[in-house]
């Protein structure tokens, strides 16, 4: 920790540690009141509810209801004061006073996780979302914000242990405090940044990995704060780089909008997409701690209910079916299942046979395409319109039976009137008619031949396991090698069907399309029920998402207002767009996104970047990495292993890096072909590794394949094989940069085989 006051000696020591002690006693009392405001807000909340629930469940439907809000509300509030071990507040801003007779004078605000406020509504605590905190997240010597000081609390529990100061004079700043600094961590004297609260930065940076997301609320950056408080309207881009904390910047982004707009947003819902469930997992805790526990966080997949994917798509077929070009053979897939008959059909009806003309099912599924609303939803004018046209056939019948009597054939378009029938001859019930005539097997029949009730999995089902039907769908959209390579056998039976990823976003595609199968009653739901959508949506690594998957994206969105975070050079799947502009072109598009770049990496290492930057050249030549702001004064360690000594090498580093970090996380990323192997490798020289899936990410050590790295991160990590990673991946060397850029302390590198170009010392 660096001791000046405004660039000056921080005095003698005596006197320092004096007014220090001073200062730490006075911040600890006013955090105790605030203590002590929190627990009697809790046990005020607790005797409302408790109140209310001894009264029982009688009572009129007035006095129910609002028994129930207060239940509800009471709920809610005791999980926004419910904040765990958490600190209550981290800091204090002092900002001066437009005051002729005390040009000195300065009013205090303590920040925190949430609003406290005494009997007298005192602000104890400002919530760190409030307008007035946030000259402590962007104030900077060039543009000080008004305040004279900045304050950075630490905390232990309840207690004050440290404090670190910024005081802010005439366009000047400087540091002094009684904190410590974060352990084997030092600023990068090359990276001339302006950071807040550079110490706090540094101790939160250096602490160990818990495999658990921590939220940033106290040390939040500048750069990060403007993407945070952004407007909710419209799309908001963010581009980082490794170690960015644009992840932590999404979430405490929800966190705020959700505090800013709470009424519509509580109602509308917030939606967060990561890429797969261990990310999930990881970034589970970061909302609560901030709050906010109503959040919705699924991935792209998950999205898509009653249906699970068990299988994976080769990079090529995986492509095809995100194209956005899909979404035209989807809907051409739906029309094509929209059919008129070929040849007059015979339906018997007691001792008439009744007739439906090809000409008569033509008119009739032009009419029902004209109509607006899913294809399901259609079905019932479709039915109507034939059962009219058969009574229509069965009254000329019964005049010819009566009296040789010929009648005109009714328009279809009439089917909703009563001039839909016969006009002239003998009365036919049609309501009576109708319940008779749909026990007819044969009507049944002729439906589902013209216009059939589809679930969209059938309909999937049906189009890649039939190669006419998908010739006839992408014919001038695909090309012919294109659609031939989506052609499948079919399965027995849907539930022996092995979806991928790509498949569900062609099923949520068909769905829309759709709708429900058969007609949801009493508010009742089924896997087809129609999309929820939300008020905002975050969605994390995007640069992942297919177009087909960004779709469902847009179409979950009520407003148009979602935020998109990630980084085109971590961009591994078989979607690599080149620009953001290959992504919002099919996001909401009702306002110009708005893009910003978090240029400054605070978790990765200077002597990491130094060697994950020239994968990034290669791989990504036009994107600029990020700027480092510390070193660990480790340098990454490679290591050759001899032929067919890989695995044993593995486990030697592995076990050596767990020893140099602990207690932290370590984790082993490998090439997918190679986990098996290494698994049993690590079981044989006693190193006890865990599977993240399984058993999530707190492990001391962990393997998992490069493709389910990216978000995470570790204290050490050790990259196993690099020339294998770039093969084996859908954008190679995009992957291996991501490996790379895993560890905040450590990281080791061991190959057998040669290492790519860019890796070479």
């Keep these: 920790m660096v001791h000046l006051i405004n660039g000056s000696p921080a005095g003698s020591r005596l006197g320092a540690e004096v007014e220090m002690q001073s200062e730490l006693e006075a911040e600890q009392a006013h955090v105790d009141r605030a203590y002590e405001r929190l627990d009697q807000l809790r046990w005020d909340t607790n005797q409302r509810l408790r109140s209310v629930l001894d009264q029982g469940r009688g009572g009129t439907h007035q006095f129910r209801e609002e028994r129930d809000v207060i239940v509800r509300t009471s709920l809610a509030r005791l999980d926004q004061l419910d904040i765990g071990t958490q600190a209550l507040c981290f800091g204090r801003i002092d900002r001066r006073v437009e005051n002729d007779a005390d040009p000195t004078a300065v009013e205090q605000y303590h920040i925190g996780r949430l609003g406290i406020s005494g009997d007298d509504v005192e602000p104890l605590v400002v919530d760190w979302r409030a307008p007035v905190a946030e000259p402590f997240y962007r104030a900077t010597g060039r543009d000080p914000m008004g305040l004279v000081l900045r304050r950075h609390l630490a905390a232990h529990g309840r207690r004050v242990v440290a404090f670190e100061d910024e005081r802010f004079a005439g366009g000047a700043s400087g540091v002094n405090g009684n904190g410590p600094d974060g352990p084997g961590a030092a600023l990068d004297d090359g990276a001339a940044l302006e950071l807040g609260g550079p110490g706090a930065l540094l101790a939160a940076l250096g602490g160990a990995r818990t495999g658990f997301m921590r939220d940033i609320v106290s040390t939040i950056q500048r750069e990060q704060d403007e993407i945070i408080r952004s407007p909710l309207p419209g799309v908001q881009v963010v581009q980082g780089g490794p170690g960015t904390g644009k992840t932590a910047v999404a979430l405490h982004r929800a966190a705020y909008l959700l505090y800013t707009h709470r009424?519509?947003?509580?109602?509308?819902?917030?939606?967060?997409?990561?890429?797969?469930?261990?990310?999930?997992?990881?970034?589970?805790?970061?909302?609560?701690?901030?709050?906010?526990?109503?959040v919705t966080l699924s991935t792209i997949s998950?999205?898509?209910?009653?249906?699970?994917?068990?299988?994976?798509?080769?990079?090529?077929?995986?492509?095809?079916?995100?194209?956005?070009?899909?979404?035209?053979?989807?809907?051409?897939?739906?029309?094509?299942?929209?059919?008129?008959?070929?040849?007059?059909?015979?339906?018997?009806?007691?001792?008439?046979?009744l007739r439906l003309q090809p000409d008569d099912s033509a008119a009739i599924v032009a009419a029902a395409r004209r109509r607006p609303g899913t294809h399901n939803a259609r079905r019932q004018f479709v039915e109507q319109s034939v059962v009219r046209r058969l009574a229509d056939d069965y009254a000329r019948w019964l005049a010819v039976r009566e009296g040789g009597v010929q009648l005109p054939t009714a328009d279809v378009e009439g089917a909703g009137s009563p001039e839909g029938s016969a006009r002239d001859g003998p009365a036919v019930d049609l309501a009576d008619f109708g319940r008779r005539i749909r026990q007819a097997p044969e009507l049944a029949e002729v439906l589902q031949r013209m216009w059939p009730r589809l679930s969209a999995e059938e309909l999937l089902h049906d189009l890649f396991g039939a190669a006419?039907?998908?010739?006839?769908?992408?014919?001038?959209?695909?090309?012919?090698?294109?659609?031939?390579?989506l052609v499948r056998p079919r399965s027995t039976a849907l539930a022996a069907i092995a979806w991928t990823d790509a498949d569900l976003a062609l099923i949520d595609e068909a769905r829309v399309l759709l709708g429900p199968r058969r007609p949801r009653r009493h508010g009742g739901g089924d896997?087809?029920?129609?999309?929820?959508?939300?008020?905002?949506?975050?969605v994390d690594e995007a640069q992942d998402l297919s177009p087909m998957q960004l779709r469902m994206v847009a179409r979950r969105s009520l407003s148009g207002s979602v935020t998109v975070v990630g980084d085109i050079g971590q961009a591994t799947g078989p979607w690599a767009p080149d620009d953001w502009g290959q992504v919002t072109e099919h996001l909401p598009a009702s306002r110009q996104p708005r893009l910003s770049e978090l240029t400054v990496s605070y978790r990765t290492p200077a002597e990491v970047v130094d060697v994950a930057t020239r994968v990034l050249a290669d791989a990504v030549p036009t994107l600029r990495p990020p700027r480092p702001v510390r070193r660990t004064g480790v340098l990454p360690q490679f290591t050759r292993a001899g032929t067919g000594s890989l695995a044993g090498v593995v486990a030697?580093?592995?076990?050596?890096?767990?020893?140099?970090?602990?207690p932290g996380t370590t984790a082993v990323l490998a090439p997918a072909s190679a986990v098996a192997e290494l698994a049993l490798a690590?079981?044989?020289?006693?190193?006890?590794?865990?599977?993240?899936?399984?058993?999530?990410?707190?492990?001391?050590?962990?393997?998992?394949?490069?493709?389910?790295?990216?978000g995470l991160e570790f204290d050490a990590v050790v990259v196993v094989e690099p020339a294998a990673i770039a093969e084996e991946s859908a954008q190679g060397l995009r992957a291996l940069y991501v490996a790379l850029t895993r560890p905040t302390r450590l990281l080791a590198v061991v190959h057998e085989r040669s290492l790519p170009p860019s890796l070479h010392p």
């Design 263 to 294: 009424f519509p947003l509580e109602r509308q819902g917030v939606l967060v997409i990561g890429p797969n469930p261990l990310f999930l997992r990881y970034i589970e805790n970061v909302l609560p701690s901030l709050g906010e526990s109503g």
């Design 302 to 353: 998950g999205l898509v209910h009653g249906v699970q994917a068990r299988h994976e798509d080769c990079p090529a077929v995986a492509r095809l079916k995100g194209d956005g070009r899909m979404a035209a053979v989807m809907a051409r897939a739906v029309r094509g299942r929209q059919r008129p008959l070929r040849r007059p059909v015979r339906v018997p009806f007691g001792s008439a046979v």
């Design 468 to 485: 006419p039907l998908l010739r006839q769908a992408a014919a001038g959209v695909l090309s012919p090698d294109e659609h031939q390579t």
């Design 527 to 538: 896997p087809e029920e129609a999309v929820r959508t939300y008020g905002h949506i975050v």
């Design 652 to 662: 030697s580093v592995a076990e050596a890096s767990m020893a140099i970090v602990g």
């Design 682 to 710: 690590l079981d044989a020289a006693g190193v006890r590794a865990s599977d993240p899936r399984r058993d999530g990410l707190g492990a001391p050590l962990s393997l998992l394949p490069v493709d389910l790295a990216n």
